[in-house]
């Protein structure tokens, strides 16, 4: 169809998240999980977009979860929003854990003053056409 499909802006936006959360919270791994992931599909993106990006900003903090939201633009135009809930894990007992303060400090700092969905631009995805073997995707960061 030429254009990403649902699937792709799923893997997009979990990428991002990943390596946003173990950029700002120092760890080799995300220390959490993915509840739930609402998503609206505004318009399609093409390899002649260009540069996609992924914007994250966070809503809201919990106990143990994290609310945020979640924008993927190209061209200079919102292609599609999302909002997810992460859950803090503990991964030898196989549960939701609290948030720890430096995960909480962490992660309140992307909280934007005015509460708006739009943050911190964090990475961006550009979609190179090849020649000859279809379209390709490579991460740059922003």
């Known amino acids: 169809m030429g254009h990403l ?3 792709a802006y799923l893997a997009l936006l979990e990428e991002a998240r990943a390596e946003w959360l173990v950029k700002s919270l120092g760890t ?3 220390p959490c999980v993915l509840r739930s992931q609402h998503i ?3 318009r399609e993106i093409t390899p002649a977009d260009g540069t996609v990006t992924v914007t994250l900003a966070v809503l809201e903090l919990g106990t143990s979860s994290v609310l945020i939201s979640e924008a993927v633009s190209a061209g200079g135009t919102i292609r599609a929003k999302s909002e997810a809930v992460l ?3 503990d991964g030898q007992r196989r549960t939701a854990r609290p948030m720890t303060e430096h995960e909480r400090s962490s992660l309140a700092a992307f909280i934007p003053p005015d509460r708006r969905t739009s943050a911190r631009e964090y990475a961006s995805r550009e ?3 090849p ?3 279809g379209p390709r995707e490579s991460w740059s960061r922003g």
Do not use: G, I, K, R
């Open 5 to 7: 499909t649902a699937t």
């Open 28 to 30: 080799q791994h995300p």
């Open 40 to 42: 609206d599909y505004h």
């Open 87 to 89: 859950v803090m894990w």
């Open 127 to 129: 979609c190179v056409q």
């Open 131 to 133: 020649a000859s073997d």
